[in-house]
């Protein structure tokens, strides 16, 4: 393993468990197979709508 890999590799198992959060509760407040789907989307990209809400408190 390299250097670089090892200094990443806490990050990328706090985005994992964040994932996984983050689908099964979006998964678990669906109210339908399709609502499912967007929220299993929408816990891929988490982070963002995390960084886009601490900049907008931030900024108001």
């Known amino acids: 393993m390299s250097k670089d890999v090892q200094k990443t590799a ?4 706090v985005y994992g468990f ?4 983050a ?3 979006y ?3 669906a109210t339908g197979f399709w609502m499912g789907v967007v ?3 929408k ?3 988490w982070p963002a709508f995390l960084v ?8 108001g």
């Open 10 to 13: 806490p990050a990328g198992a």
């Open 18 to 21: 964040g994932f996984i959060g």
């Open 23 to 25: 689908a099964i509760f």
């Open 27 to 29: 998964i678990s407040t």
């Open 39 to 41: 929220g299993f989307l």
């Open 43 to 45: 816990a891929i990209v």
């Open 52 to 59: 886009f809400e601490a900049f907008k408190n931030m900024a």
